[in-house]
T-cell receptor, first 114, second 109 residues
Framework: GAGVSQSPRYKVAKRGQDVALRCDPI?????LFWYQQALGQGPEFLTY????????KSGLPSDRFFAERPEGSVSTLKIQRTQQEDSAVYLC????????????FGPGTRLTVL | GQNIDQPTEMTATEGAIVQINCTYQ??????LFWYQQHAGEAPTFLSY????GLEEKGRFSSFLSRSKGYSYLLLKELQMKDSASYLC??????????FGQGTELSVKP
């Protein structure tokens, strides 16, 4: 596609439910990043893939958060047993290879945990 | 540690010039980015600096001083549509972006 797409755009979950957020990258972009953005704040790094390899997961806030990219394209961020503090916008960004290239962001998934 | 500071909010008048400052202290540096984000939308790329100096792109310019850990974004001929949040981000050696909290710019007529 023309840009990064994410689904669903909005998700409401009851506390304790599991959720799965999907990211479809720009074709050919080898690097994929997940960020969490709280209201009024800048995005915060969660995890990074290069192709199918998860090279950095240092930003995942707890072991309830899990991300995968099994075929090096679509990625899924899963949050188990959601808590109210997980409410945020989850942004996916992809990048072509090369350190000088910018990251292109998807529209995000707004997660609200009740 | 990692620290990126930028003003929380700024107000400017349509047609004027505004400068948004960003200071950073990071353990590694591999370039500085500015993104624009309208409410409820994805951040969109504005500029990238990796060497010291000024990068100009139309109405937008960005400056970097690595020795001072300082950057600014300059917006000229402000338009109402420029009202948005402006995010300063440093790319670390691992490739991830470390963002400031964003500067909410309001352009008044």
């Amino acid at each position: 596609g023309a840009g990064v797409s994410q689904s669903p755009r909005y998700k409401v979950a009851k506390r304790g439910q599991d959720v799965a957020l999907r990211c479809d990258p720009i074709s050919g972009h080898v690097s994929l990043f997940w960020y969490q953005q709280a209201l009024g704040q800048g995005p915060e790094f969660l995890t990074y893939f290069q192709n199918e390899a998860q090279l950095d997961k240092s930003g995942l806030p707890s072991d309830r958060f899990f991300a995968e990219r099994p075929e090096g394209s679509v990625s899924t961020l899963k949050i188990q047993r959601t808590q109210q503090e997980d409410s945020a916008v989850y942004l996916c960004a992809t990048q072509r290879g090369g350190a000088g290239n910018e990251q292109f962001f998807g529209p995000g998934t707004r997660l609200t945990v009740l | 540690g990692q620290n990126i500071d930028q003003p929380t909010e700024m107000t400017a008048t349509e047609g004027a010039i505004v400068q948004i400052n960003c200071t950073y202290q990071t353990s590694g540096f591999n370039g500085l980015f500015w993104y624009q984000q309208h409410a409820g939308e994805a951040p969109t790329f504005l500029s990238y600096n990796v060497l010291d100096g000024l990068e100009e792109k139309g109405r937008f310019s960005s400056f970097l001083s690595r020795s001072k850990g300082y950057s600014y974004l300059l917006l000229k001929e402000l338009q109402m549509k420029d009202s948005a949040s402006y995010l300063c981000a440093v790319r670390d050696l691992g490739g991830k972006l470390i963002f400031g909290q964003g500067t909410e710019l309001s352009v008044k007529p």
